[in-house]
T-cell receptor, first 112, second 115 residues
């Protein structure tokens, strides 16, 4: 089954404790993105990747890092989480820039 | 700057009736794509329908159809024969190429279906 998976689905952590949210797709898509969703703000792009080893900042990259060592994986790293990073996070992938993005199930993060 | 506006934070519809969700966007591009995504309580983002700007014909997917008015920069979603399972947040999104940092979302419309 073609899908985008994210882990964990739910995470509660404390300020400053490094964490990684994994994202994996099995559709051989070149383009992958991370979004955060906050009430009243819709989805905002954090980082994106156009291919292996090619990543760039989205609209709200502060406090986040990503890597793309393999085509299928695009982990999101929070080196020192803060409470303002409490949010719902989505990973998405698409075949190319103009095609439909397919979203993972979301990761709900709470930073205390 | 590209922006997407959904002016209806909440809408409601009687089961089996028809409802239209509004979306407008601002762009200087001529070639782009428009999407409607549905987000049910499970929080999954599900593609409902997409429209290529170069196509004059409005996209249709079963009970879902769009009214795409390119000159007016309007992209509304019509849901016919509404079902209880249609209750969700609906997001309008706009995308243009060739870069990847180019998917813009509206703030969403929460649709309630009344039995």
């Amino acid at each position: 089954e073609a899908q985008v998976t994210q882990n964990p689905r739910y995470l509660i952590t404390v300020t400053g404790k490094k964490l990684t949210v994994t994202c994996s797709q099995n559709m051989n898509h070149e383009y992958m993105s991370w979004y955060r969703q906050d009430p009243g703000l819709g989805l905002r792009q954090i980082y994106y990747s156009m291919n292996v080893e090619v990543t760039d900042k989205g609209d709200v990259p502060e406090g986040y890092k990503v890597s793309r060592k393999e085509k299928r994986n695009f982990p999101l790293i929070l080196e020192s989480p803060s409470p303002n990073q409490t949010s719902l996070y989505f990973c998405a992938s698409s075949l190319n820039p103009l095609q439909t993005q397919y979203f993972g199930p979301g990761t709900r993060l709470l930073v205390l | 700057a590209q922006t997407v506006t959904q002016s209806q934070p909440e809408m409601s519809v009687q089961e089996a009736e028809t409802v239209t969700l509004s979306c407008t966007y601002d762009t200087s591009e001529s070639d782009y794509y428009l999407f409607w995504y549905k987000q049910p309580p499970s929080r999954q983002m599900i593609l409902v329908i997409r429209q290529e700007a170069y196509k004059q014909q409005n996209a249709t997917e079963n009970r879902f159809s769009v009214n795409f008015q390119k000159a007016a920069k309007s992209f509304s979603l019509k849901i016919s024969d509404s079902q209880l399972g249609d209750a969700a947040m609906y997001f309008c999104a706009y995308r243009w190429g060739p870069g990847a940092n180019n998917l813009f979302f509206g703030t969403g419309t929460r649709l309630t279906v009344i039995p």
